[in-house]
C-alpha cells in the first residue's frame, strides 16, 4: 500500500493535487473568513448536485474502466492464442521428421514471427541475428513477411514431395492462424477509444472536483485542503488507469508481459523442435 512504483497514478498526479489543495485551502479561508457566506443557505446546498453529478462521474468510470479491461482482456486471449499456434505448429512440423535444416527453418520463424509481432505492435522494426534465413523488407509488414515465408517454405516442401498435399492443408491453416493473431492485435491497438469521450470525462472530473469546496467548506471547514485532493487522485486514478490498459502492447507496468510472452514461445518451440 505504501510502495510508490514507477506505474503509481500519484506519481502523475501529484502536482495536480498539490494545486488543487492549494485551490481548495483558498475558496475556504476566502468562504469563511471574508465573504461570511456560512448562513448562505443555497450555496450550502451545492451539495446535492455533487450528488447527483457523483452518480453519473461514476457510471460513466465505470464503463471506461470495463472498455478498456476487455481490450485488456482480449490482448491477453489474443497472444494466449498465438502461444497455443506456436506450439501446435512446431509439434506437427516435428511430426514430420523433416530434415536438420528444415527443422531448423521452422524454428527460427516460428519463434521469430512473434518477436516480430511484439516490435510490430509497438510500431518498431524487429530483425533477428539470424535474419538471412528469412529475407525480411524493413520498409513493409514483417509479420507477413515472416508468415509469407513459411508459407512458401510449405509449399517448397510440397513440390519436393517432403509433405503430402493433405499436410500441406493441416499445416497452412495454422499459418492462417497466425495472421488472424496478429490483424486481431492490431484493431484493438489502432482502434483507441474515441479522443472527445475521453477529453469529456477528464473535463467533467476537473469541473467537478474545482467545485467541491464550494459547496462542502461548510461541513467540513479546512479539511477540504485534504478531502479534495484525495477525490480527485481516486477518479483521475481510474481515468488514467482505464487510459493505460487501452493499449496493451507496450512496455508499461500496466501492459501485458509480451517479452515475456514472446521468451516462452521462442523456448517452448526449440525444445520441441530440438
Avoid at 467533467?204 to 467545485?211: E, G, M, Q
Avoid at 477525490?231 to 507496468?253: H, K, M, Q, R, T
Wanted: hydrophobic fraction near 45%; charged fraction near 20%; glycine fraction near 6%.
Amino acid at each position: 500500500m505504501f510502495h510508490v512504483h514507477k506505474a503509481d497514478t500519484i506519481r502523475k498526479l501529484w502536482k495536480l493535487m498539490l494545486s488543487v489543495a492549494v485551490f481548495s485551502g483558498i475558496i475556504a479561508y476566502l468562504e469563511l473568513n471574508h465573504l461570511k457566506l456560512a448562513e448562505t443557505t443555497y450555496i450550502k446546498n451545492m451539495g446535492m448536485m455533487h450528488n447527483l453529478l457523483g452518480f453519473v462521474i461514476s457510471l460513466l468510470l465505470v464503463f471506461r474502466t470495463n472498455t478498456s479491461y476487455d481490450r485488456w482482456w482480449e490482448g491477453r486471449r489474443m497472444l494466449g492464442g498465438l502461444v497455443n499456434v506456436s506450439r501446435n505448429f512446431a509439434i506437427r512440423v516435428n511430426a514430420l521428421k523433416l530434415a536438420k535444416s528444415d527443422n531448423d527453418f521452422f524454428k527460427y520463424a516460428i519463434s521469430k514471427y512473434a518477436f516480430a509481432l511484439k516490435e510490430h505492435l509497438r510500431e518498431k522494426q524487429y530483425f533477428g541475428k539470424d535474419s538471412i534465413l528469412i529475407e525480411i523488407d524493413g520498409g513493409k509488414h514483417i509479420p507477413n513477411q515472416v508468415a509469407s515465408s513459411i508459407a512458401a517454405k510449405l509449399f517448397e516442401l510440397q513440390r519436393e514431395g517432403k509433405i503430402t498435399s493433405e499436410q500441406l492443408i493441416i499445416l497452412n491453416a495454422d499459418t492462417t492462424q497466425f495472421t488472424e493473431v496478429c490483424g486481431a492485435c492490431e484493431r484493438i491497438k489502432n482502434t483507441p477509444i474515441p479522443y472527445s469521450y475521453s477529453a469529456f470525462i477528464k473535463k467533467f472530473i476537473f469541473v467537478y472536483v474545482l467545485t467541491l469546496p464550494i459547496g462542502w467548506v461548510f461541513s467540513l471547514g479546512y479539511f477540504v485542503v485534504a478531502i479534495v485532493p484525495f477525490i480527485l487522485y481516486v477518479l483521475a486514478s481510474l481515468e488514467l488507469i482505464a487510459e493505460e490498459i487501452e493499449n496493451p502492447f507496450g512496455s508499461d507496468a500496466n501492459d501485458l508481459p509480451v517479452d515475456e510472452i514472446c521468451d516462452n514461445i521462442a523456448k517452448q518451440v526449440g525444445e520441441i523442435l530440438g
